[in-house]
């Protein structure tokens, strides 16, 4: 952490989940129940609700959020991104990037203490149901220290996290392969679709060893987020702090104090509730997650012994060493530019983006090849991607195929399938072949119009070239 004057503590703190021999330091954090408690719990219980119901809500005929993995599309809000997307897909990631710069930069952490999944399903699921099964907070700390992790309690609470994390690893393969797919698994034998039920057990796996047993770490030790950090905020962004202006020195106790004493009376109520096991005391660490939990801890003590709440609160660095607050700064100002610039992007890509996407090819067998009647003839492979939510028939006219001196019975066209039905979000390729005789091309090549049309109001017009031999070299293989 950086900083003109540093909290008293610094530099005498060992990691936090670590004991001085180098075992594990369980954190069993002491819930406190306080206003920014039970306004994340709203928030927590929301974003569970919305998680465990979007795959089954469809916006526009599809799904609120799929990620078609064989088909290689992703849908959002009812919008299908294709893999041909890569504009919109960079317009996206960088909305989300920049995004996550401004609000670290606004409000530090915010995103790891209100709506990081592991936060909260750790602190709105899994722990009250163990706290619950062990008999409370108390009763799980004593558990722990006599080392008891197998009773039968315990064993429920281990089995219930077990059908938790099965519960959230099939919604989670809902956002791959969509609801009428899940159920159709399984229903049917896991030999039928074993790269999913592969996937179902590694991630059961994976959730419930993670809310089970490994927990804070996850955010202490596998998420660089808390690293990045540093990075992303400065002194005038708001964060999870103590103020230590108001509350040093600290003094055992609420009687009899020394009346030069700050108003923390060192109860350890916040590092007790901490549930990455750090003191906020020390100033900003790389562990806090900004649960807001300290908050609430001291706000309740400061309650009791009569003092003003907000020894810890929302605020930040400079506000605590009682420096002007800058709104506008470098990055708060070059952030939203850019975000907007991005937003922008992203809107009008999407406003350009037409209801099909049409690519012409030539065809695989070569430029082209000379009939026995002497007819030059080119395949054409028109590929056609429905964007729209239905099925949709594309009617596909060639033009301007032949110049005057070209009769129309020495034309010939064929295309197997027109219209071309094409399955909404589908993609089909069909092919033309177009026959001319050689006279029809002017230094080996004709400009021909490719029309394409659905039953709506698209409309798409392509110019392609056909290729012929040359004057000289008329019924030749080019
Ligand atoms: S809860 Fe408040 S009073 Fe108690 S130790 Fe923490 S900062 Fe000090
Ligand atoms: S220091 Fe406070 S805000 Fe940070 S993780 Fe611990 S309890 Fe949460």
């Known amino acids: 952490m950086s900083g003109t004057a540093a909290p008293p503590g610094v530099g005498r703190r060992v990691l936090p989940t ?39 809500l469809r916006i526009f005929g599809k799904p609120v959020f799929l990620m078609d993995l064989p088909r ?63 008999g409370g907070y108390t009763q799980s700390r004593a558990l722990d220290k006599q080392g008891a992790w197998f009773t039968p309690r315990r064993l429920g609470k281990y089995l219930t996290f077990f059908l938790l994390s099965l519960f959230v690893s099939h919604t989670m393969l809902a956002f791959f392969v969509g609801i009428p797919q899940l159920y159709g698994w399984m229903r049917g034998s896991p030999a039928d679709h074993p790269s999913a039920f592969f996937f179902v ?17 996850t955010c202490l030790i596998v998420c660089p987020y808390g690293r990045w950090q540093s990075a992303l905020i400065d002194r005038q962004s708001k964060i999870v702090a103590y103020d230590y202006v108001r509350g040093e020195p600290r003094a055992l106790g609420a009687k009899n104090r020394d009346p030069h004493a700050g108003d923390c009376i060192n109860c ?55 420096k002007p607050k800058h709104l506008l700064r470098l990055r708060t100002i070059l952030y939203p530019i850019v975000l907007t610039l991005l937003g922008g992007g992203l809107v009008g890509t999407m406003y350009v983006k037409k209801a099909a996407d049409l690519t012409v090819l030539r065809g695989l067998d ?46 010939t066209v064929v295309l197997p399938e027109n219209p071309l039905t094409v399955q909404a979000g589908d993609t089909r390729i069909t ?6 005789p050689p006279r029809a091309f002017t230094k080996g090549e004709r400009f021909i119009t490719i029309n394409v049309s659905d039953e709506r109001d698209y409309r798409e017009s392509v110019t392609y070239r056909l290729l012929g031999p040359t004057s000289s070299a008329a019924g030749s293989f080019k």
């Not at 920049?98 to 722990?127: H, K, N, S």
């Open 18 to 56: 670590l004991n001085e021999d180098g075992s594990r330091r369980w954190i069993r954090p002491k819930p406190s129940h306080g206003k920014w408690w039970r306004r994340r719990q709203v928030v927590a219980y929301l974003l569970m609700a919305a998680f465990f119901a979007a795959p089954h």
């Open 72 to 134: 290689r599309e992703f849908t959002l809000m009812g919008y299908t991104f294709l893999p041909t997307d890569t504009l919109l897909f960079m317009f996206s990631l960088g909305s989300v990037v920049i995004g996550i710069f401004l609000v670290t930069a606004l409000w530090g952490r915010a995103w790891c203490g209100w709506a990081c999944p592991q936060t909260v399903y750790l602190e709105y699921l899994f722990r009250p149901i163990g706290r619950w099964f062990d």
């Open 201 to 217: 057990v590694l991630f059961t796996g994976i959730v419930w060893f993670n809310f089970t047993y490994f927990r804070e770490q």
């Open 268 to 322: 350890n109520a916040c590092v007790q509730t901490c549930p990455t096991g750090i003191d906020i005391r020390n100033g900003l660490q790389m562990e806090c997650v900004h649960c807001t939990q300290c908050i609430d801890a001291c706000d309740e003590i400061m309650t009791k012994i009569g003092k003003p709440t907000g020894l810890i609160r929302y605020s930040s660095q400079d506000e605590i060493a009682g």
């Open 366 to 411: 070569g430029p082209f090849t000379t009939e026995a009647d002497g007819r030059i003839a080119n395949q054409i492979r028109i590929k056609i991607t429905n964007r729209r939510g239905a099925d949709m028939a594309y009617r596909i006219v060639l033009d301007s195929l032949a110049p005057a001196n070209v009769a129309p019975r020495e034309v």
């Open 431 to 436: 092919s033309a072949f177009v026959l001319l």
